[in-house]
């Protein structure tokens, strides 16, 4: 079965940074562009970041302008992994952040929620002091 297992929430004061983990299973890994979403409290769900199949189309990336600068995507293939480098932590990245499987098709949009056909439970990520 596909699974999508996000780690690496929690407490954080404003400023401080953390990584959080993406581990996949049952799906040929590389084949597939992966995104983090995130959704806080009364807000829609939004794409935070986004990498595409090393393979199929070379690993780009995508990051909303809220965050382009202070975190960083990547992947390990051979680990079936995406990670999310969080720097520079604000209160307003407070949610719960999901890691998600695009759907394979053909000039479909990277980093849209409705693209999405796999998504873990999430991780919640509290920025406060």
């Known amino acids: 079965q596909v699974q999508l297992v996000e780690s690496g929430g929690g407490l954080v004061q404003p400023g401080g940074s953390l990584r959080l983990s993406c581990a996949a299973s049952g799906f040929t890994f590389d084949y597939y562009h992966i995104g983090w979403f995130r959704q806080a409290p009364g807000k829609e769900r939004e794409g935070v970041s986004c990498i595409s199949s090393s393979s199929r189309s070379g690993g780009r990336t995508y990051y909303a302008d809220s965050v382009k600068g202070r975190f960083t995507i990547s992947r390990d293939n051979a680990k079936k992994a995406v990670y999310l480098q969080m720097n520079s932590l604000k209160p307003e990245d407070t949610a719960v952040y999901y890691c998600?499987?695009?759907?394979?098709?053909?000039?479909?949009?990277?980093?849209?929620?409705?693209?999405?056909?796999?998504w873990g439970k999430g991780t919640l990520v509290t920025v406060s002091s």
């Open positions: 998600a499987r695009q759907e394979i098709t053909g000039g479909a949009p990277m980093c849209k929620a409705a693209n999405m056909d796999y």
